[in-house]
């Protein structure tokens, strides 16, 4: 009888678990994910899976814990004794960790090194290998002293956010030194789709097109329109997650479309899309902008193309109509919703 694979997911309610979750389901694992206790759900992202009988949702199971708690990370790696970990829970808004800095250094570097050491741990305790994978971030550039990015370019972080996942970067670069741990770091360049958080900056200019058209809404202030990014569809780069934990030996791969956009450009896109221009709806606010910026963002994917054969299938343009088109529907059922209160209200109005 053949055991099914098992894999544990951190931040499996976030963009990249949702997509990861599907993908490894597909593939006829048993996916865990670990989800920190809340007073209310927040599980949307994953609702498909339940739904939909192609994943086989009874082969889905969440547990609590936290990365900011070693002793959750450990005693949920003894429960579901995981053949596959992949690591994406963080406080992930970089602006946000120049507000909140220590959280952020503390779930997204600390967090990440009290995984590696529950997986070491249980490693050694157990006999069964364990292949860990680090979402490393193309912020870890930060101020780049080359372009493109490869997986040789010295790291220069201009974040809280950036410095922290360094952190977590080079800790797993140690554990699979100093451990032998099968331990991979994803390189990723920003990658998005309709399940991006909403203060996102291209989810937020998605869904402003959106409300924008429908009369919900009449202006999107923004930052730096500027700032220059290499932006993939997030369901590509999940399937380079899985790749990596497939190969014999571990390693670090920047994973990216060897293509950079501007903000502007994304705007004039997604805007277009819609049959708008993005001057007429665009305004500038400096709250918006970071502290340290980083202004450009060009990865080069040749050596994941090379060794496991991975390409991103889903182009920019593609990128952007998919996003604007989710954002459109949605604010059509906002609007559906904002008319109806308004038609209850008038008729309480004339009792």
């Given at each position: ?36 206790r809340s007073s209310s759900f927040n599980t949307q992202r994953i609702e498909g899976i339940y739904s939909d009988p192609h994943f ?94 490869r997986e040789t370019t010295p790291f220069y972080p201009r974040s809280p956010y950036a410095c922290a996942k360094l952190m977590a ?52 202030f923004l930052g730096n329109l500027d700032a220059k990014r290499d932006w993939g569809f997030a369901g590509d780069y999940v399937k ?112």
């Open positions: 009888m053949t055991t099914l694979r098992r894999a544990l997911i951190t931040g499996i309610t976030g963009q990249d678990g949702s997509y990861l979750a599907e993908l490894l389901l597909s593939k006829g694992y048993e996916v865990h994910g670990i989800i920190r086989q949702a009874a082969r889905l199971k969440l547990h609590y814990g936290d990365l900011c708690d070693g002793s959750s990370l450990a005693d949920v790696l003894r429960k579901v004794r995981p053949h596959e970990v992949y690591n994406l829970g963080a406080q992930s808004h970089v602006r946000v960790s120049f507000d909140m800095p220590l959280f952020t250094a503390d779930t997204v570097g600390m967090g990440a090194l009290r995984l590696l050491d529950a997986v070491r741990d249980f490693q050694q305790e157990s006999g069964q290998q364990v292949r860990f994978y680090q979402a490393s971030s193309s912020e870890q550039y930060g101020k780049v002293v080359e372009t493109p990015q970067h080079w800790a797993t670069v140690n554990y699979r030194e100093s451990y032998d741990l099968h331990a991979s770091c994803g390189i990723l360049f920003n990658h998005e789709s309709p399940r991006r958080g909403e203060t996102f900056v291209t989810r937020k200019i998605t869904r402003a097109v959106g409300r924008i058209k429908l009369g919900l809404q009449e202006k999107i380079a997650m899985w790749m990596m934990l497939q190969q014999d030996k571990p390693d670090d791969y920047v994973i990216a479309t060897n293509k950079t956009w501007s903000v502007r450009e994304f705007c004039e896109k997604a805007f277009g899309h819609a049959g708008m221009d993005y001057k007429d709806f665009v305004s500038f606010d400096a709250r918006y902008l970071r502290p340290a910026e980083v202004d450009l963002l060009l990865g080069d994917a040749t050596k994941a193309q090379r060794k496991f054969g991975w390409q991103p299938t889903t182009s920019f343009d593609q990128l952007v109509q998919m996003m604007v088109d989710h954002d459109m529907e949605l604010a059509r059922r906002e609007k559906t919703l904002r008319d109806a209160g308004h038609k209850l209200t008038e008729r309480r109005g004339h009792d």
